[in-house]
Nanobody, 123 residues
Framework: EVQLQASGGGWVQPGGSLTLSCLAS????????VGWFRQAPGKGREGVSY????????IYADSVKGRFTISTDNSKMTMYLQMNSLELGDTAIYYC????????????????WGQGTLVTVSS
């Protein structure tokens, strides 16, 4: 029932901006926490950002703090990741996820995954 579909990936020059979208169904952002993950070439999947409307809490990975912004729109059933000042290291496949919880060791509990969208930062 719960489905997530990420989109908006593409190519962007270093220092540029890009906004990713994730169309959701089967839940509301007031019920489930949501977030974004990414997997760079040759590396494991890492958490990028997390937000919970119910708990009123939003967090970001140190690597993107101050550059990325997560947001949700319940009327459109869409979540977003606004990415500014993009760097070469931001190149990765980005995944949206729902019903997740950050852990003290840096790992995450994830209930539902969307398919990834590729972001390539290159000059």
């Amino acid at each position: 029932e719960v489905q997530l579909q990420a989109s908006g990936g593409g190519w962007v020059q270093p220092g540029g901006s890009l906004t990713l979208s994730c169309l959701a169904s089967g839940f509301t952002f007031d019920d489930y926490s949501v977030g974004w993950f990414r997997q760079a070439p040759g590396k494991g999947r890492e958490g990028v950002s997390y937000t919970s409307n119910k708990e009123g809490r939003t967090i970001y990975a140190d690597s993107v703090k101050g550059r990325f912004t997560i947001s949700t729109d319940n009327s459109k059933m869409t979540m977003y990741l606004q990415m500014n000042s993009l760097e070469l290291g931001d190149t990765a496949i980005y995944y949206c996820a729902a019903e997740l919880r950050p852990l003290d060791d840096g790992n995450w509990l994830v209930g539902y995954w969307g398919q990834g969208t590729l972001v390539t930062v290159s000059s």
